[in-house]
């Protein structure tokens, strides 16, 4: 009936993939915007667990990156986080991610949304052949990479890409400048800003 707005439609659900270390307002309209366009119902935000393309680099502890993606998205009704990676032991795949999203969300039409930076690290790994059925894939733009799928060779209609409100804003430099004592207000949630004070991440980069 017309009256039941998602009675003739399965639910749409995204999956918002990353280290988090930390969140910041990149992530959050990189979700809402794909979000909006697609008709989500809602956006799963995934902490990762040891990311397989950042296994020589230092990533904060699964718990505080976890508890401030829980921060950020908090007040958004569609925006809710899983542990699945972290608490999946080992090295993180995509693959794997999907595979206990679609678990936990059976009938459900999964969007997998991505940087076009990150895009491009996944289809390096395990099972990449084996993700185009379980997800469809949104690649966002994103200020310094560039946004040209052709060279990724991926399946015709397994990605899309989509422009979005360009925020140059990085975990890296969001550490980056925590550690040198910049301000990071605005770059990240108010939340989270206070988060990285009461703990005193990134002070000793
Ligand atoms: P780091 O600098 O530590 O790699 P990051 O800012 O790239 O951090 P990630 O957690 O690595 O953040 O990214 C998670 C996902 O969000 C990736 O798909 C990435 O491409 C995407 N993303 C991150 N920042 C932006 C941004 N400013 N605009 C669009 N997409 C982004
Ligand atoms: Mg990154």
């Known amino acids: 009936p017309a009256h039941s707005k998602h009675s003739h439609k399965r639910r749409r659900v995204g999956i918002m993939g990353g280290t988090f270390d930390p969140i910041h307002n990149g992530h959050l309209v990189a979700a809402s915007e794909v979000a909006s366009v697609y008709d989500l119902d809602e956006v799963i935000f995934v902490p990762t667990g040891r990311p397989v393309f950042k296994l020589s680099k230092k990533v904060t502890n699964a718990e505080d990156r976890y508890l401030m993606t829980v921060i950020a998205t908090a007040s958004n009704p569609k925006f809710t986080v899983s542990r699945v990676d972290i608490d999946r032991p080992g090295v993180t795949y995509t693959v794997d991610t999907l595979r206990d999203i679609h678990k936990l969300r059976p009938d459900c039409d999964l969007y997998f949304i991505t940087g076009a930076d990150a895009l491009a690290e996944i ?48 975990s890296t430099d969001v550490r980056k400048r925590a550690a040198e004592g910049m301000p990071v207000w605005y ?10 004070n009461k703990y005193g991440l990134y002070s000793s980069m």
């Open 187 to 196: 770059l990240v949630p108010d939340g989270v800003v206070q988060y990285i």
């Open 123 to 170: 289809m390096r790994w395990k099972d990449a052949n084996q993700m185009w059925d379980l997800a469809h894939f949104v690649a966002v733009s994103r200020p310094g990479y560039s946004s040209d799928l052709q060279e990724l060779s991926l399946p015709q209609q397994a990605v899309d890409m989509i422009e979005i409100p360009a925020l140059a804003i990085s």
